[in-house]
């Protein structure tokens, strides 16, 4: 456990880690790719871990130095023969899920318990429409799953839009290597499009073409390629709303370095919901700079950056009114239901809050009072939570390291703000 002590308007200068979502793209493209690749200033944490062991596993090498250095087979991959396990990391499971059916023989992904219950069976049933046998071992569409790989045909495939991006990331990533061209075609709405924005973004930059038809249609033509390269991974706006949010909840100042100000992470679009509810912002390309103000309610749909509802509801206790956050169905399937937990651990610290389905609303509450914050073994909840902590004394962190995942080193630089 770790207690944060409220500080005065900070001032600060901090350099933000690199993308989680970039560096486990650029770990299974490389593989993908025919030569060596090195993945540049990538977020070395668990979630990165779990992803390049598990390519060794399929017959991969990488090296781990201040790059990966992956030497990439051109698509031609072994099954492991032991069960692979990924603990709790969504995105290393979800793109592995296809990734297997390109290995011929048998390949089985196993996770946490809080893995074993977060569903995958759209992907599956996608897998499935192209002829691969990957069915959950248990019967319930959640890993462990057995998937029986070899030549995937490709084709017309139809795949549920309204659970994860994910899923369509993962199709995407490996349909270049199959038999035929590859069509999805999107069932209603695509949820946290920005995520499949970074997908596009990063496999053209290696060289691989998708069209995309108004996000409802995504085509991958066959007999592309990855081009082995050396490529640089950019920094991660998820890591950055937290300090963005410490200047906003202190009313005081900081510069962050490291990020792409014109990054299609919708991570990215943080800055403007801070700038809404009344902060000052600076941006160029060496720096972005905000500085708090008193802070107002919003309303606003955050289905473009689900990752960072958890830190504008924590901004949310130092506001003036409600804020009133919709679009976020799709929490409820993360590390945890992450409405519930943020229901409830925010009720505890004094706020009024109502949740539904899709939605949650936080009025201040007039009388703010520290406790001991639980996060599930969410990191998103320990450190948008560490953020309360800054105002309000006697807040506690419960199991921090729960971070490693995706910022192993945040409670350190999140202890030197205005030290």
Request: hydrophobic letters at 40%; a negative charge.
């Amino acid at each position: 456990m770790i207690e944060i002590r409220p500080v005065e308007p900070i001032s600060a200068t901090v350099e933000i880690p690199a993308s989680k979502s970039y560096t486990n793209r650029a770990l299974l493209i490389a593989a993908l790719a025919d030569g060596e690749c090195r993945v540049e200033n990538p977020l070395f944490s668990d979630d990165t871990h779990y992803m390049s062991e598990a390519l060794i596993r399929f017959g991969i090498p990488v090296e781990r130095e201040a790059a990966f250095i992956v030497s990439g087979t051109g698509g031609k991959i072994t099954a492991p023969a032991e069960e692979i396990f990924v603990g709790n990391a969504g995105t290393t499971m979800r793109f592995l899920t296809t990734f297997s059916t390109l290995a011929h023989g048998v390949t089985q992904l196993n996770g946490d318990k809080r893995m074993q219950e977060r569903p995958i069976g759209d992907l599956l049933d996608c897998l499935q429409q192209m002829q691969v046998r990957a069915v959950s071992a248990r019967g319930n569409q959640c890993p462990p799953l057995t998937i029986h790989g070899g030549d995937v045909s490709g084709g017309e495939v139809h795949l549920a839009g309204d659970k994860s991006s994910q899923y369509l990331t993962s199709i995407l990533l490996s349909a270049p290597y199959f038999a035929n061209d590859t069509t999805i075609h999107i069932q209603g709405d695509l949820t946290s499009r920005s995520y499949a924005d970074i997908t596009l973004d990063i496999m053209e930059a290696f060289g691989v073409r998708v069209e995309n038809e108004n996000y409802q249609r995504f085509r991958v033509a066959a007999g592309q390629c990855y081009r082995a390269q050396d490529y640089r991974v950019e920094g991660d706006w998820s890591s950055a709303s937290y300090f963005l949010a410490s200047a906003a909840v202190t009313g005081g100042e900081i510069t962050l370095t490291g990020l792409n100000p014109n990054s299609v992470q919708g991570d990215a679009q943080f800055l403007d919901v801070l700038g809404q509810m009344g902060c000052e912002i600076e941006k160029s390309q060496e720096k972005i700079r905000l500085k708090g103000n008193p802070l107002k309610g919003i309303a606003i749909n955050m289905n473009s950056m689900p990752d960072v509802v958890q830190t504008l509801a924590v901004t949310a206790l130092f506001a003036e009114g409600e804020t009133r956050i919709t679009g976020i169905g799709n929490l409820r399937i993360k590390e945890t239901d992450r409405i519930q937990a943020l229901a409830t651990e925010l009720s505890r610290l004094g706020a009024e809050v109502d949740s539904g389905d899709d939605f949650l609303a936080i009025c201040p509450g007039a009388n703010l009072s520290g406790t001991e914050i639980e996060t599930y073994d969410d990191h998103r909840m320990a450190m948008s939570f560490a953020l309360a902590g800054l105002k309000i004394p006697g807040v506690k962190i419960k199991n921090p390291i729960c971070v490693e995942k995706s910022f192993p080193d945040f409670f350190d630089r999140f202890g030197k703000l205005n030290s």
